[in-house]
């Protein structure tokens, strides 16, 4: 495939870059973990890595402090990823200068966020990700913004997507996919313990780590429910909804809660297992005709599958949600997961079955030429591209802006866009808890005291922004 795609890239303005991308990656040494092998480009004009400039009040703000290493992949929520056309959202690997940590970060054009109508969905998801942490989740470190785009700094995990693996026709053992099943109930059960309903459990969205640990990721159309509320909204996946997110739509219904997350990790099970998936859905599936289609057709599971891995799934693919395994109580009581030891599998030290190999990235390796080649907005050009900006709009009259609508709507991302920096987060919860002296008490009361006058002014004047959902 490289030869041809590199024939093709030869075309292009950016066919320099992309061989010199090629040999950067070729030169290091096989054994080297994808990351390393990504930094050793040769050369200042090597495209890994490429400098970086993030305004905002975080510590990745400067080319000074960050650097991006490659484009490993687009997500556009309900829109089928086309070669010609950009993402709303792109994810590229990053490292802060001052730790050497890698991280992954996720960027979404406003402009594009905006015409797609998704600019709520990335400010639920920043909402829900600030107030949550676990070991099983792809958690965000840090968010911030400029002109162009917004950005959400996540945990790195360089072991791929199920979705990848299954493409490259890997197979799960039976207790490989038991693991994931485990790993994944430590995760609803804590979001559940957040009022979290995920919404769109699937392969694409879950990542493993370098060890093969799944991490569940992707929080755009998650929704809050809080004790005894019920959400009604068709969202998710098809193939993976749950059938009580179909009847609430078609008829109704008194809704649906959090067992539908577990309804879709046992579709993601059975499709590990057997290479598709349990009902033959696809998105183009009027939603009526789906109702009919859990009310009649019944689940084939394969003869050779263990009774106990048959019997799991049973109750994760059970059609009433009252019947069906849907709380980590429900798992730990499960026969099948008898002898799991929770409190190891909760620290990591439970070995996968499945470990992805450490010499590769795992990811389309094309998302990097598409950045290069086809991305009209290529992120190594920001700097360059921000500034003629800035000028343009400078010398422009205001009352003549060619579109007011956009404007405002930017306007409001920049106003209302939430900054957040877990690691300056963590520093200050540790300072809290330990012990102040009595000066440093005194000093801190005060601050309290000069601060507290602001908060009934500030919520006066200033409406709230938050929408029901």
Request: proline content about 6%; some cysteine; aromatic content about 8%.
């Amino acid at each position: 495939m490289w030869p041809g795609l590199m024939r093709t890239a030869a075309l292009t303005h950016g066919a320099h870059r992309c061989r010199l991308w090629l040999r950067a990656s070729s030169s290091a040494s096989p054994s080297s973990p994808p990351s390393q092998r990504l930094l050793r480009a040769p050369g200042r004009d090597a495209w890994a890595p490429a400098p970086c400039s993030w305004p905002g009040p975080v510590p990745l703000k400067t080319s000074g402090h960050c650097r991006v290493t490659c484009a490993v992949g687009r997500r556009g929520r309900g829109w089928r990823r086309r070669r010609d056309i950009p993402s709303a959202v792109q994810v590229c690997i990053v490292q802060k200068r001052d730790t050497e940590k890698m991280y992954a970060m996720k960027y979404m054009n406003k402009q594009q966020c905006v015409e797609r109508d998704e600019v709520r969905n990335v400010f639920r998801e920043l909402e829900i990700l600030q107030e949550i942490e676990h070991v099983f989740l792809v958690n965000l470190w840090y968010s911030f913004q400029d002109e162009e785009d917004m950005f959400m700094v996540v945990d790195l995990l360089l072991g791929g997507d199920l979705r990848y693996h299954l493409q490259q026709n890997v197979q799960f053992s039976e207790d490989t996919v038991r693991l994931y099943i485990c790993e994944m109930a430590l995760a609803l059960d804590y979001l559940r313990s957040q009022h979290i309903i995920h919404r769109d459990v699937k392969p694409d969205n879950i990542l493993l780590d370098e060890q093969g640990h799944a991490h569940l990721t992707d929080f755009n159309i998650a929704t809050i429910i809080k004790d005894g509320e019920r959400a009604t909204a068709l969202a998710g996946t098809k193939p993976y909804m749950a059938p009580e997110i179909f009847q609430s739509f078609v008829s109704g219904g008194s809704g649906y809660s959090f067992e539908v997350d577990w309804w879709s990790v046992g579709v993601l099970a059975y499709e590990l297992l057997r290479g598709w998936r349990p009902y033959d859905i696809h998105s183009s599936n009027a939603v009526e005709s789906l109702v009919q289609l859990f009310s009649t057709a019944s689940v084939q599971y394969v003869p050779t599958w263990s009774k106990e891995m048959v019997g799991l799934l049973r109750k994760l693919l059970t059609v009433d949600p009252r019947h069906r395994v849907s709380s980590l109580q429900d798992m730990q009581a499960a026969p099948s997961l008898a002898g799991v030891l929770w409190q190891d599998l909760s620290e990591k030290k439970v070995a996968p079955g499945f470990v992805p190999n450490k010499g590769r990235l795992h990811c389309d390796p094309t998302f990097e030429l598409e950045e290069m080649i086809l991305e009209s907005r290529p992120l190594h050009k920001k700097k360059k591209r921000l500034a003629k900006n800035r000028s343009r709009d400078s010398s422009r009259d205001s009352s003549q802006s060619e579109n007011d609508y956009l404007q405002d709507c930017l306007d409001a991302i920049q106003q209302d866009f939430v900054i957040f920096n877990r690691e300056k987060l963590k520093r200050s919860q540790d300072a809290l808890s330990e012990p102040l002296s009595a000066p440093e008490a005194a000093d801190t009361a005060e601050d309290r005291e000069r601060a507290s006058p602001a908060l009934p002014m500030c919520g006066s004047i200033c409406p709230s922004r938050l929408t029901e959902s």
